[in-house]
């Protein structure tokens, strides 16, 4: 039979002696290695817009209507009919937005859909004023989001974002509301 090695760690022999009739009649613990069990994530739904909702705003957007093209950095777009110092007061951040949209990493589809419910929720919320992150990137989507908002009726008008809002990577959006339509038709 072979011997253990003792080693030499500085503890006397009373001290171990001492340990040693502490721990007599201790049984080891068993130890469970069971992982908790989580539970699975139900998927999340769209409560605020239907389906048939959001097919009806999707109407308004079709990839290949090219109404916009931009010739420099700066977007700004008004509707016909507005008062025309509105991309102006957008640009200087007069309107605080309500609600943020961001686009980064979504395909063209994904973003078309996002901004559909985005139109719905703020049109549900009477929200006027919107902003709209669609990230520099390949410019894919820089492109396509000005297309998709001036087919859109409830955009009032658009301006590239101030910098605290996402500058050339954002546009603030000016919407209409319920309030604003029975105005007009006094």
């Known amino acids: 039979m072979q011997r253990k090695a003792t080693i030499n760690s500085g503890i006397s022999a009373e001290d171990s002696q ?31 817009v239907s389906i048939k909702q959001l097919d009806e705003n999707l109407f308004w957007f079709s990839d290949e209507f090219e109404g916009f093209v931009a010739q420099s950095s700066t977007l700004s777009w008004l509707q016909s009919g507005e008062d025309p110092h509105l991309p102006g007061r957008l640009r200087r951040g007069e309107f605080q937005p309500e ?38 990137g390949l410019g894919i989507l820089a492109k396509k989001v000005p297309n998709w908002l001036i087919q859109h009726p409830n955009v009032r008008a658009f301006h590239t974002a101030p910098k605290s809002w996402g500058k050339h990577g954002a546009l603030l959006l000016l919407l209409k509301t319920d309030s604003q339509d029975a105005d007009a038709r006094r």
Do not use: W
């Open 99 to 136: 609600v943020l949209l961001d686009l980064h990493g979504m395909t063209t589809q994904q973003a078309k859909t996002e901004l559909a419910g985005l139109l719905a929720y703020c049109q549900k919320q009477q929200f006027n004023c919107a902003c709209v992150v669609h990230g520099k």
């Open 18 to 48: 001492l340990f040693r009739e502490s721990i007599t009649g201790a049984k080891p613990i068993a130890q469970d290695k069971i992982p908790p069990v989580v539970a699975p994530r139900k998927q999340k739904r769209r409560t605020d």
